[in-house]
């Protein structure tokens, strides 16, 4: 995910207008007033928040609501978005059918 891409701003930038009951993070049902707060707690990074809410940990593993996330760290903090650290991915990196997966363990 590049931060210089102008989806990712439009995002960052988008997440910034929105009530704080909307739902940041789909996938865990975590809202933008969840969030704040445990920036307001403490959580610098993506990861805190991360480990704060769970914001991050759902099926997609992030690829929908980091922006949003690092949006609001960035906005919280007033840190450029640029220094707001990507979040740990965990494998695998891209969705994957059970199939592809069932074909690696064959070739090992
Ligand atoms: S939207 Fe946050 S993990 Fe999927």
């Not at 439009?10 to 940041?24: A, C, G, L, M, T």
């Not at 975590?30 to 099926?59: D, L």
């Amino acid at each position: 995910m590049d931060k210089s891409n102008t989806n990712f701003k439009d995002n960052v930038n988008r997440i910034k207008e929105k009530k704080d009951n909307i739902i940041v993070c789909r996938c865990e049902e975590i809202t933008k007033e969840e969030i704040i707060e445990a920036i307001r707690k403490g959580a610098t990074s993506v990861n805190a928040v991360k480990r704060m809410t769970r914001a991050g940990m759902g099926i997609c593993q992030s690829r929908s609501c980091f922006p949003h996330v690092a949006g609001l760290i960035s906005e919280e903090l007033k840190k450029p978005i640029e220094e707001i650290d990507y979040i740990t991915s965990r494998p695998p990196i891209e969705p994957i059918t059970i199939k592809l997966l069932n074909t690696y363990k064959r070739k090992k």
